[in-house]
């Protein structure tokens, strides 16, 4: 353990939250923030999309409001989520097999160069796709290599794309190649 004395001014930088976001239903899943920092926006497991201010924790119920971030469109004026972590929102709403729910599709992850999305499912596999992913059904790339459920996936700096499998316990490194 760390001697509170080494940590300086950070050592106390946690002792009362600055406010709670209790809007969902259900336990948060995933979270976003704008590259300007003005919103985030959050999943959980009841299928819910919400956006809010990180700066006073209101919730903003007006979609519209951070349209302008989909899909990196305002990209010169800062207007683009700094991540895309959320498997529920408009530059995801092609990733979804025909006949599934919220529920098969664990974790997706945009690149660091924008152009790809990843995703892990309850199917064992990593799927690449296009970045926005709009289209109902978007082509993709799926990769197998897990025994059973890909519970998370993540992008490096480097566009590194780790995979997390479920019952296997295994960390993959996928390399990219471009053909």
Request: glycine share 8%; charged share 25%; with cysteine.
């Amino acid at each position: 353990m760390i001697d509170e004395s080494e940590w300086g001014a950070w050592a106390n930088c946690l002792d009362k939250p600055k406010y709670q976001f209790n809007k969902h239903s259900s336990a948060v899943l995933h979270v976003d923030f704008t590259a300007d920092g003005k919103y985030f926006q959050t999943n959980c497991q009841a299928s819910e999309l919400l956006f809010g201010y990180p700066d006073t924790g209101k919730q903003e119920t007006s979609a519209t409001k951070v349209a302008d971030y989909n899909c990196d469109l305002g990209e010169e004026d800062g207007l683009q989520w700094a991540t895309q972590t959320c498997k529920l929102g408009w530059s995801v709403q092609g990733i979804w097999p025909h006949g599934s729910d919220t529920t098969d599709v664990n974790a997706v992850d945009r690149s660091s160069d924008h152009k790809l999305l990843a995703t892990a499912d309850d199917f064992g596999l990593v799927k690449l796709f296009r970045f926005p992913c709009v289209e109902e059904r978007s082509k993709f790339r799926s990769f197998e290599g897990h025994s059973s459920h890909v519970t998370n996936v993540r992008w490096t700096a480097s566009n590194q794309l780790l995979s997390v499998g479920g019952n296997d316990k295994c960390v993959f490194v996928w390399n990219m190649s471009q053909e």
